[in-house]
Each structure stands twice: as structure tokens, then as C-alpha cells.
């Protein structure tokens, strides 16, 4: 009893197999230093909504949810420190 050719082999030659590689993309354009400086602007509005529900938190005795806001105020701003870095 012979097999069927799809049965008998776990993945069929295609031409994509035997062609040669696609080329590396090029890269993209850094964005402009005023569309950085206004993300960062955007990251410390939000950080400042985090930090203030961690203030708010920590003064109505909710010691996680606090640090949940302060966590997320720091990574905010880590976040937008970075789109300063052009590249």
C-alpha cells in the first residue's frame, strides 16, 4: 500500500523555498523634535493623572492601588523620556 506524496511529506518544495531572500527594509526616518517634544508633553499629562490617583490612593488607605498609580506615573514617563531619543 504506498502513501500519498502529502501524507509522505510534511511540508511541499514551493517556490517561495528556493527564491532568494527579501532585502532588508530600509529604515525609517526619525520623527521631527517637535512631534518628540509633544509626546512627551502627552506622557507627563498622563503621568500626572497616574500619580495623582496614587496620591489619592495612599490618602484614602489603598496602599496597592497606590503604588499601582505611581508605578504607572514612572513607566509614563520612562515611556516618554524615550521618544525623545532620536532613532
Same mark, same amino acid.
Given at each position: 500500500?504506498?502513501? !500519498?506524496?502529502?501524507?509522505?511529506? $510534511?511540508?511541499? !518544495? &514551493?517556490? &517561495?523555498? *528556493?527564491? %532568494? !531572500?527579501?532585502a532588508e =527594509? &530600509?529604515? +525609517? =526616518? $526619525? +520623527? =521631527?523634535l517637535? %512631534? +518628540?517634544?509633544?509626546?512627551?508633553?502627552?506622557?507627563?499629562?498622563?503621568? #500626572?493623572? @497616574?500619580?495623582?490617583? #496614587?496620591?489619592a &490612593?495612599?490618602?484614602? #488607605? %489603598? =496602599? @496597592?492601588?497606590?503604588?499601582? #498609580?505611581?508605578?504607572?506615573?514612572?513607566? *509614563?514617563l520612562?515611556?516618554?523620556s524615550?521618544?525623545? +531619543? !532620536?532613532?
Open positions: 500500500m504506498s502513501v !500519498p506524496y502529502a501524507w509522505a511529506v $510534511s511540508h511541499a !518544495p &514551493s517556490a &517561495s523555498d *528556493t527564491a %532568494e !531572500p527579501a =527594509p &530600509s529604515p +525609517r =526616518p $526619525s +520623527r =521631527p517637535v %512631534e +518628540r517634544v509633544g509626546l512627551l508633553m502627552i506622557a507627563v499629562v498622563l503621568a #500626572g493623572l @497616574f500619580g495623582a490617583v #496614587g496620591v &490612593s495612599w490618602v484614602n #488607605g %489603598e =496602599p @496597592f492601588l497606590a503604588a499601582m #498609580g505611581i508605578i504607572g506615573a514612572v513607566m *509614563t520612562w515611556a516618554g524615550q521618544t525623545l +531619543r !532620536p532613532g
